[in-house]
C-alpha cells in the first residue's frame, strides 16, 4: 500500500509562485514514475507534470516554462513549484504514483486557486 498526502495549495494571486509537496508513505519503498495532475470544475483530470525515479520529467504544453516537478527519493516526496501562476491554472491538484508491479496511487487533492 501507498499513501499520498499533497500540501501546499491556497489562493494566490495572477503572477505568483505556489510550491506543492507530496508524501509517499506506505511499504512501497520506491515508486518509478510519480506525477501531478489537475482537474478544473467541469474539465477532466489532466497531467501537468511527470517525473521518473532517473528524474526524467515531461510536462503538459500550458505549464511549460512556468512550472517545475522535482522529487527528492530519499525523502520519498515530490514538489511541483509553480511560478507565474494564471486563473486558468485553478484546480485540485493530485498526486499521482505509479509502480509497474503494484499499481497506481492517488493522493487526496489540494485546491489551487489563481485570483486577485
Known amino acids: 500500500q501507498v499513501h499520498l498526502v499533497e500540501s501546499g495549495g491556497g489562493l494566490v494571486q495572477p503572477g505568483g509562485s505556489l510550491r506543492l509537496s507530496c508524501a509517499k508513505s506506505g511499504s512501497i519503498s520506491s515508486m518509478p514514475t510519480m506525477a501531478w495532475y489537475r482537474q478544473a470544475p467541469g474539465k477532466q483530470r489532466e497531467l501537468v507534470a511527470r517525473i521518473t525515479a532517473g528524474g526524467s520529467t515531461n510536462y503538459a504544453d500550458s505549464v511549460r516554462g512556468r512550472f517545475t516537478i522535482s522529487r527528492d527519493n530519499a525523502e520519498n516526496t515530490v514538489y511541483l513549484q509553480m511560478n507565474s501562476l494564471k486563473p486558468e491554472d485553478t484546480a485540485i491538484y493530485y498526486c499521482?504514483?505509479?509502480?509497474?508491479?503494484?499499481?497506481?496511487?492517488w493522493g487526496q487533492g489540494t485546491q489551487v486557486t489563481v485570483s486577485s
Open positions: 499521482y504514483a505509479q509502480h509497474p508491479y503494484y499499481g497506481a496511487y
